[in-house]
């Protein structure tokens, strides 16, 4: 398990040294683009951590690779479209619980779900560990 | 039952909510859910929640435990929003060779 936070520290540290490149002076880019960059670099080193074997991981990347291409006009084409398998509403917080993990919605197995879930909170809280821990680090160098 | 039971009553059969939530049950198997596999779903459910978290849940309902576990990843989701912002601002006020970037140039190695 410690093997896997600091794999998850690597990818995100790796992610994020983008944004400073040592050598070269840096481009400017505006602070939303900065923040947007190290949000999706949070989730990015989530799922690399993670690696492929989980279903919010994949969804995850799948997501991130969507957005960095560019939106173009795209035809639709309906037969390639992907059918939902249509289930009878769940009763309960089921379905607000597929909602906020990443790929719940393909997710049928009740089991399944409370795997994925577990999974993904762990990955969470390390995130915000190590977002802290940085936030921490860099204000001490700031006002050391 | 060996299992690691929670301190609560449970209904003799799954409700229809854990019903659903466990999905159809093949018709090919043979095999029910059993109640130690609901029990053993629930208490999953319950460990995710930080202790702060956890206050009544015991006497609460399945769906009182699910929607916490909603409410308490989009929490996780706004710190990690929010910790984003903060590490932004910190690193826009880094210059290359400062002593952050040398933290990250450090720890890559």
Same mark, same amino acid.
């Given at each position: 398990?410690?093997?896997?936070?600091?794999?998850?520290?690597?990818?995100?540290?790796?992610?994020?040294?983008?944004?400073?490149?040592?050598?070269?002076?840096?481009?400017?880019?505006?602070?939303?683009?900065?923040?947007?960059?190290?949000?999706?670099?949070?989730?990015?080193?989530?799922?690399?951590?993670?690696?492929?074997?989980?279903?919010?991981?994949?969804?995850?990347?799948?997501?991130?690779?969507?957005?960095?291409?560019?939106?173009?006009?795209?035809?639709?084409?309906?037969?390639?479209?992907?059918?939902?398998?249509?289930?009878?509403?769940?009763?309960?917080?089921?379905?607000?619980?597929?909602?906020?993990?990443?790929?719940?919605?393909?997710?049928?197995?009740?089991?399944?779900?409370?795997?994925?879930?577990?999974?993904?909170?762990?990955?969470?809280?390390?995130?915000?560990?190590?977002?802290?821990?940085?936030?921490?680090?860099?204000?001490?160098?700031?006002?050391? | 039952?060996?299992?690691?039971?929670?301190?609560?009553?449970?209904?003799?059969?799954?409700?229809?909510?854990?019903?659903?939530?466990?999905?159809?049950?093949?018709?090919?198997?043979?095999?029910?859910?059993?109640?130690?596999?609901?029990?053993?779903?629930? @208490?999953?459910?319950? &460990?995710? %929640?930080?202790?702060?978290?956890?206050? *009544?849940?015991?006497? +609460?309902?399945?769906? =009182?435990? $699910?929607?916490?576990?909603?409410?308490?990843?989009?929490?996780?989701?706004?710190?990690?929003?929010?910790? @984003?912002?903060?590490? &932004?601002? %910190?690193?826009?006020?880094?210059?290359? *060779?400062?002593?952050? +970037?040398?933290?990250? =140039?450090? $720890?890559?190695?």
């Amino acid at each position: 398990m410690q093997d896997m936070n600091a794999m998850q520290a690597t990818h995100f540290l790796r992610l994020l040294s983008r944004l400073k490149p040592l050598m070269a002076p840096t481009l400017p880019i505006s602070t939303s683009q900065q923040t947007k960059f190290i949000l999706k670099s949070a989730y990015a080193s989530m799922a690399y951590a993670a690696g492929p074997r989980r279903v919010w991981s994949r969804a995850l990347v799948r997501r991130i690779r969507r957005n960095r291409r560019r939106p173009t006009m795209r035809i639709i084409n309906k037969r390639r479209h992907v059918v939902r398998p249509r289930r009878r509403p769940a009763e309960g917080g089921s379905e607000e619980l597929r909602k906020v993990i990443p790929g719940g919605d393909t997710i049928l197995n009740g089991a399944r779900l409370v795997e994925e879930t577990s999974d993904y909170v762990q990955f969470l809280r390390t995130q915000v560990i190590i977002m802290k821990a940085l936030v921490s680090s860099f204000s001490k160098g700031q006002h050391g | 039952m060996t299992s690691v039971t929670i301190p609560c009553s449970f209904p003799t059969r799954p409700s229809t909510l854990f019903t659903c939530l466990l999905g159809k049950r093949r018709r090919s198997s043979g095999s029910r859910i059993t109640e130690d596999e609901v029990n053993e779903l629930i @208490s999953k459910l319950q &460990s995710l %929640l930080p202790e702060a978290r956890r206050h *009544n849940l015991c006497r +609460a309902s399945t769906s =009182k435990l $699910l929607k916490e576990t909603c409410k308490y990843i989009k929490s996780l989701h706004r710190e990690v929003d929010d910790l @984003s912002d903060r590490l &932004s601002d %910190l690193m826009s006020t880094m210059d290359t *060779n400062s002593e952050q +970037a040398q933290i990250i =140039k450090s $720890l890559l190695s």
